[in-house]
């Protein structure tokens, strides 16, 4: 997967706002992705998934949105709370594949 | 139901040493994945294993490997260590039922530092 070196894209949002991180794929035979939640100093955290039969799946307060046309999947947080500052990472895999391919990350900043 | 534990939390070594790392899976699951995560990089996948066998391996040099016990933790080993290495490694485990597209669940790591 693509890196961006030591400097991790950065969101910082308001306590109560609505957050939404990005995350663009590679391969546009990619049929399944993932985001994860990484707290510091912990591993990370399965948050949602989603197939590429679907463009929208809800969990609670998560949304996953899935474009296929762009290759572009993003995740929305509804009222932010100071516990979801953490690194997002996407992944992406192809069915019959054997890894995830996961994206270099996300770091969403939650002001009191 | 104790999650994903690894072992050691930190270690330390210099370059030329080897290094092992121990994993645990959770309860009832037989797939163990490890993954290289440098600092401010995304996960970069290393090894799977499955019921006791390699089932796919990520683009690293082959003195990383590993192996997967019958009670089904694992280990990585990395031979020869370069500073590059010094990385957290995480392992994630499943059920083994459905490959990579099922939930990983993710130890805390450990972290390597090569001097």
């Known amino acids: 997967g693509e890196s961006v070196g030591l400097h991790l894209p950065t969101l910082s949002v308001q306590e109560g706002d609505n957050s939404i991180i990005n995350c663009a794929y590679s391969?546009?035979?990619?049929?399944?992705f993932i985001w994860y939640k990484q707290e510091s100093g912990k591993g990370p955290q399965f948050i949602i998934d989603?197939?590429?039969?679907?463009d929208k799946r809800q969990g609670q307060r998560v949304t996953v949105l899935l474009n296929k046309t762009v290759k572009h999947l993003s995740l929305q947080i509804a009222a932010t709370q100071p516990g979801d500052s953490a690194v997002y990472f996407c992944a992406e895999n192809i069915t019959g594949r054997r890894a995830l391919t996961f994206g270099s990350g996300t770091r969403l900043q939650v002001q009191p | 139901e104790a999650g994903v534990t690894q072992s050691p939390t930190h270690l330390i070594k210099t370059r030329g040493q080897q290094a092992t790392l121990r994993c645990s899976p959770i309860?009832?699951?037989?797939?163990v994945y490890w993954y290289q995560q440098a600092l401010g990089l995304g996960l970069q996948f290393l090894l799977w294993y499955d019921e006791g066998e390699e089932r796919n391996r990520g683009n690293f040099p082959p003195r990383f490997s590993g192996r997967q016990f019958p009670n089904y933790s694992s280990e990585l080993n990395v031979n020869a260590l370069e500073l590059e290495d010094s990385a957290l490694y995480l392992c994630?485990?499943?059920?083994?039922?459905?490959?990579?597209?099922?939930?990983?669940?993710f130890g805390p790591g450990t972290r390597l530092l090569v001097l």
């Open positions: 989603i197939r590429s039969n679907m």
């Open positions: 994630a485990s499943t059920r083994g039922e459905g490959g990579p597209q099922e939930t990983q669940y």
């Open positions: 391969n546009s035979a990619s049929d399944y």
């Open positions: 309860s009832g699951h037989t797939s």
